[in-house]
Nanobody
Framework: VQLQAFGGGLVQAGGCLRL?????????????MGWFRQAAGKEREFVTA????????YYPDSVKGRFTISRDNAKNTVYLQMNSLKPEDTAVYYC???????????????????WGQGTQVTVSS
């Protein structure tokens, strides 16, 4: 199984970025997909998740209204559109796959079976 995340970079506050995560080696439509982030010196944090079917999306208050997750099961890819970026969004962003044994995806990193390598997002003030 391989998850490859890309699309990170340096952006000014208020700007936007779109991350992508391409999955291979698994039946993509059987997995909930999530994005997490980890800033320097901090724990990994839940950013968003989408159910295996794409019918349910979940966001914490910190990104609600600014970030949008979507998936294309035909392309085995999940996306994270990030708008109105803030300096506190600076982190390494990881995509992860959670086998859809539950109805909804988890917010907890430990329940995700597979992880991508991470992509750096830096937001300057």
């Amino acid at each position: 199984v391989q998850l490859q995340a890309f699309g990170g970079g340096l952006v000014q506050a208020g700007g936007c970025l779109r991350l992508s995560c391409a999955a291979s080696g698994l039946t993509f439509s059987n997995y909930h997909m999530g994005w997490f982030r980890q800033a320097a010196g901090k724990e990994r944090e839940f950013v968003t998740a989408v159910s295996a079917s794409g019918g349910g999306t979940y966001y914490p208050d910190s990104v609600k209204g600014r970030f949008t997750i979507s998936r294309d099961n035909a392309k085995n890819t999940v996306y994270l559109q990030m708008n109105s970026l803030k300096p506190e969004d600076t982190a390494v962003y990881y995509c992860a796959a959670d086998f859809a044994g539950r109805v909804s995806p988890s917010r907890f990193p430990a329940q995700y079976e597979y992880w991508g390598q991470g992509t750096q997002v830096t937001v300057s003030s």
